[in-house]
């Protein structure tokens, strides 16, 4: 297989997502433990986990951080992003992520995707392939 010639000024790659958060490294550990991800970076205000295809997921210190709302409404902080993680066990895995301090989001769109909030109240998704 032949890799694809660079072309100038394009990006090679999405080396990962950043999270901001008033305490990265706690936001760190929560998705840490949810994901069972390497912490490849530790520091005060960045800390990075890696996946076992080498995906990163950062976080940041962000002290004026506001947590989005879900559903969105208009006056008020607008979620930017969202993480899906797909799961075999959808009823297992959302057990799970609110053990390790998730919130079970009260807008539920579809019944094959579980909406939670990560301790930061960043929105995520949980559902099964298919």
């Given at each position: 297989m032949s890799e694809t010639p660079h072309r100038d000024g394009i990006p090679k790659a999405l080396a990962g997502v950043v999270l901001d958060a008033p305490d990265p490294r706690a936001l760190a550990g929560f998705y840490r433990r949810l994901l069972e991800w390497?912490?490849?970076?530790?520091?005060?205000?960045?800390?990075?986990?890696?996946?076992?295809?080498?995906?990163?997921?950062?976080?940041q210190t962000e002290p004026e951080y506001r947590p989005p709302t879900w559903p969105g409404k208009a006056d008020r902080q607008q979620m930017m992003l969202h993480l899906d993680f797909?799961?075999?066990?959808?009823?297992?895995?959302?057990?799970?992520?609110?053990?390790?301090?998730?919130r079970v989001a009260d807008f539920q769109p579809q019944d094959d995707v579980r909406v939670l909030l990560d301790p930061a109240g960043h929105p995520f998704c949980l559902f099964t392939g298919g």
């Open positions: 390497e912490t490849v970076e530790d520091g005060p205000d960045w800390v990075s986990l890696k996946g076992p295809d080498a995906t990163r997921l950062s976080f797909e799961v075999e066990d959808l009823a297992a895995a959302e057990r799970r992520a609110v053990g390790l301090g998730a």
